[in-house]
């Protein structure tokens, strides 16, 4: 094989791509059927002379594996919060904005309600509901904060929006 590393990085961008975009019980059936044929031609004598189908079949193999491990430790926890309302207290880490009368920053949390954390989260809050308008870096709370995980028109949550690390979006009263 020639160029390995261009063959491994297109059949994980294609697994990327469909891990994303489908739902879980379609995704089963490549993710088998390339386990079923890495090992089918790792058992074979000449498995050298095609050597190609292993390597993707165990570029696709790790991908899934990457995918649900980021799953099961950082997005399943935080389903748990999703359409709740709930205390949050944290460090602003964004420069707060103001957009359509809102207040907008990123927090990092460390504490959802009485849970201990350690979650990026989007916050918006009606500007005029600050009397002193909250700075980079400072501690806030706020209070009964109405959290949720975007989710698609399919009702699956939107995997884009998680690569900058921010999962939750929270509206709420400052306090």
């Known amino acids: 094989m020639k160029r390995p590393m261009l063959v491994i990085g ?6 990327c791509a469909l891990l994303v975009s489908l739902k879980r019980g379609v995704v089963a ?3 088998f059927s390339a386990l079923a044929l890495f090992f089918f031609f790792i058992t074979k004598k000449d498995w050298k002379k095609h050597v190609i189908i292993p390597t ?3 570029a696709i193999l790790l991908t899934f594996i990457s995918f649900t491990s980021y ?3 950082k997005i399943a926890p935080l389903t748990q919060y999703d359409n709740t309302q709930q205390d949050i207290c944290g460090k602003i880490i ?3 904005k103001i ?3 809102y207040l907008i920053f990123t927090i990092k ?3 959802i309600d009485t849970h201990n954390t350690n979650t990026q989260i989007n916050v918006s809050i009606p500007y005029d509901k600050f009397k002193i308008i909250p700075k980079l870096y400072d501690y806030i709370s706020i209070g009964d904060a109405t959290l949720r995980i975007d989710k698609n028109e399919d009702y699956t949550y939107d995997f884009y929006g998680f690569s900058d690390g ?3 979006n929270a509206t709420g009263d400052y306090s």
Do not use: Q
């Open 56 to 58: 993707v079949c165990f």
């Open 10 to 15: 297109i059949a994980t961008a294609v697994s």
């Open 166 to 168: 921010v999962i939750l």
């Open 71 to 73: 799953n099961k430790i």
């Open 29 to 31: 059936l490549p993710i």
């Open 94 to 96: 964004t420069t707060p």
């Open 99 to 101: 957009k359509s009368n």
């Open 109 to 111: 949390a460390d504490k």
